[in-house]
Antibody, heavy 118, light 107 residues
Framework: QVQLVQSGAEVKKPGASVKVSCKAS????????MHWVRQAPGHGPEWMGIINPGEGSTSYAQKFQGRVTMTRDTSTNTFYMELSSLRSQDTAVYYC???????????WGQGTLVTVSS | DIQMTQSPSSLSASVGDRVTMTCRAS??????LNWYQQKPGKAPNLLIS???SLQSGVPSRFSGSGSGTDFTLTISSLQPEDFATYYC?????????FGQGTKVEIK
């Protein structure tokens, strides 16, 4: 069965960086793109970007250009999302979500709470 | 960017009620519209893709319709486990945006 298991909660100070991991299992790693989505408290989900696990190519939402880096490690079937220059508005739950058929997000990780506070 | 607007933002209903909620896109997205259910503290769960394709394991009381800019999610007979927040999301082109959600509460 498909599983996406994310790393644990993080607390960061403003200006720092955070790196969240997402370990995939139950399917062929290189055959499905992976999205990253975040959800601030009380808000709807917000798409951050997507990575092609085969080539490693990425596409980021304009809002995060220059601050986000998405990578993958094919030896461990793990995806990573790093966000830099953190500010309080970046406090949110961050999810990895697999791009399924018809471009829907068919499987999600359990989420990683990132809290930015001085 | 394509904006997604959901209405209502919340609704109160009783078990057994028929519930309908809508999602409007700021431009035509053909049928590239997906619906998710989210319960507190959990990740969103895909219910319907491409406007009307029910995901495996999703009860048949859920259905979706629409095309172009206007879409609808219907729950034919609301069950206790359906009280949650529902989000629409387009998959027409990047950036893939979500609506702000419709919260279904117990009357």
């Amino acid at each position: 069965q498909v599983q996406l298991v994310q790393s644990g909660a993080e607390v960061k100070k403003p200006g720092a960086s955070v790196k969240v991991s997402c370990k995939a299992s139950g399917y062929i790693f290189t055959t499905y793109y992976m999205h990253w989505v975040r959800q601030a408290p009380g808000h709807g989900p917000e798409w951050m970007g997507i990575i092609n696990p085969g080539e490693g190519s990425t596409s980021y939402a304009q809002k995060f250009q220059g601050r986000v880096t998405m990578t993958r490690d094919t030896s461990t079937n793990t995806f990573y999302m790093e966000l830099s220059s953190l500010r309080s508005q970046d406090t949110a739950v961050y999810y990895c979500a697999r791009r399924g058929s018809e471009n829907a997000f068919d499987y999600w990780g359990q989420g990683t709470l990132v809290t930015v506070s001085s | 960017d394509i904006q997604m607007t959901q209405s209502p933002s919340s609704l109160s209903a009783s078990v057994g009620d028929r519930v309908t909620m809508t999602c409007r896109a700021s431009q035509s997205i053909s049928i590239y519209l997906n619906w998710y259910q989210q319960k507190p503290g959990k990740a969103p769960n895909l219910l319907i893709s491409a406007t009307s394709s029910l995901q495996s394991g999703v009860p048949s009381r859920f259905s979706g319709s629409g095309s172009g800019t206007d879409f609808t999610l219907t729950i034919s007979s609301l069950q206790p486990e359906d009280f949650a927040t529902y989000y629409c999301q387009h998959s027409y082109s990047a950036p893939w945006t979500f609506g702000q959600g419709t919260k279904v509460e117990i009357k």
